[in-house]
């Protein structure tokens, strides 16, 4: 039984930006950070801000508090342990740093599979594993249904594949991929599964070993909190990877082999407060139970109300003469997060955001850095899509001031 519904005021207060005027609807860009995170950012910097290892007390409990936040971003993202949570600067910089330490196993003909619908951080550093022998196969998106089709896999796998790269959610077409489908495939032939979950985990709660994968990337500044990502892979799969660290720093040390240097102590502290939130919320909504029960519920609740929110948007644009929808048209649950594309025939995308920007709304129009993707689909010469990217916190009057604005930029 769904528990109660959002209480919108309670959730906005939470993000102190959101007292202005501006209605942030480029939340798919970077969303509103939790006036908690910033607050726990702040603290750690006065208060904590030693480096760890020595012995005198306050290296020490600043360590406890830096392992304590790796420990609830291991519960958030559901890891079997927090030595599989690898911290780094962003999602592109992480699926690097995985790239370059699986390099040394991989032979040339060996086979990697990349999409042609993924932001390009999920693409680039496999791509040019070509450099080393290794055939890249790209798994087309199907253009007729605006998606990856899973049969189209498995002309494209075999014995030599050794890694498939897809994302968990299109931060374009906001359809949500079958990755534990994918996984099952990939598994099948004893290839591995690398997941770039960015889109999706504002939306929808992480569960890293529900989804089947080897490996999931995603950066928090899309998840309320700052610039900073994190790399879960399996244990198995990260103790066979040689350490890219200082030659004193083995390959049995987890996750430090593949931090090089020290991680941002402050954002990692920081961060935990995106756990907590998750979980208070779902608490007040009713839910009881363990943390991730009650961030399940926030996130059930976050889910229906986006459905609303994008249903409206989606509604406005199916009935307006000349927009093509770059995505599923309708809500379908569970198929969709609400990160809505169009195109207006006739107009350039920027021509449309720049007079919705009039209204103090933020959109954006361009590639989003799945250039692939829109040249499959043709629409550079649009110069790229209008994205409309809905959060839990945006509400119904916003929605109505996007649907007003867009009324006036679209003729
Ligand atoms: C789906 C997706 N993956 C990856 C990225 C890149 O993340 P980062 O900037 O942390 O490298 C983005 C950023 O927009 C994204 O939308």
């Given at each position: ?50 480096q760890l290892g ?9 360590g406890?508090?830096v392992l304590?936040?790796r420990r609830?971003?291991a519960?958030?993202?559901?890891a079997v342990d927090d030595d599989e949570i690898v911290m780094g ?5 992480l699926?690097?740093t995985l790239?370059e330490a699986l390099?040394p196993g ?109 490996a ?14 994190v790399l879960w892979a399996r244990r198995d799969l990260l103790l066979s990877l040689p350490s890219l660290n200082h030659f004193f720093i083995g390959q049995d040390v987890l996750p430090y082999k593949l931090q090089l240097g020290n991680v941002?102590y402050?954002?990692s ?143």
């Amino acid at each position: 039984m769904p528990f109660a519904n959002l209480d919108l005021e309670r959730i906005r207060a939470e993000f102190p930006a959101l007292a202005c005027d501006t209605v942030f609807l480029d939340n798919a860009g970077g969303s509103q950070v939790l006036g908690r995170v910033a607050d726990r950012i702040h603290h750690y910097l006065l208060h904590d801000n030693v480096q760890l290892g020595a012995n005198y007390l306050a290296s020490r409990n600043a360590g406890d508090r830096v392992l304590a936040a790796r420990r609830s971003i291991a519960e958030l993202v559901n890891a079997v342990d927090d030595d599989e949570i690898v911290m780094g600067p962003s999602t592109t910089a992480l699926i690097g740093t995985l790239v370059e330490a699986l390099r040394p196993g991989l032979r040339a003909g060996d086979e990697v599979v990349v999409t042609e619908s993924d932001h390009e951080a999920n693409i680039g550093a496999w791509a040019r594993l070509a450099e080393v022998g290794v055939v890249v196969r790209i798994w087309r998106v199907d253009v007729a249904r605006l998606g990856l089709a899973v049969e189209d896999l498995d002309a494209l796998i075999g014995p030599r594949t050794k890694w498939i790269a897809m994302t968990q959610a299109s931060n374009i077409l906001g359809s949500v991929n079958p990755v534990a489908e994918v996984a099952r495939r990939a598994h099948a032939v004893g290839a591995r599964l690398c997941v770039d979950a960015v889109a999706y985990a504002p939306h929808r709660l992480v569960d890293v070993q529900a989804c089947g994968a080897d490996a999931v990337v995603f950066s928090f500044y899309k998840v309320f909190g700052p610039h900073y990502a994190v790399l879960w892979a399996r244990r198995d799969l990260l103790l066979s990877l040689p350490s890219l660290n200082h030659f004193f720093i083995g390959q049995d040390v987890l996750p430090y082999k593949l931090q090089l240097g020290n991680v941002n102590y402050e954002l990692s502290y920081g961060c935990a407060g995106i756990a907590d939130y998750l979980r208070d919320v779902g608490t007040e909504l009713g839910a009881v139970g363990d943390n991730r029960s009650r961030m399940q519920a926030a996130f059930d609740a976050f889910a229906r109300h986006e459905d609303d929110l994008a249903e409206q948007v989606l509604g406005w644009l199916r009935d307006r003469r000349g927009v093509r929808i770059i995505g599923l048209p309708s809500v379908t649950t569970g198929e969709r997060v609400p990160t809505i594309s169009f195109v207006v025939e006739g107009v350039m995308s920027e021509a449309i955001v720049g007079r919705v920007d009039a209204h103090g709304i933020g959109i954006r129009f361009g590639d989003f850095y799945a250039r692939r993707l829109m040249e499959a689909l043709g629409l550079q010469q649009h110069g790229g899509v209008v994205r409309i990217s809905i959060a839990h916190y945006n509400t119904a009057d916003e929605i109505r001031r996007l649907l007003i604005a867009l009324d006036a930029a679209i003729p």
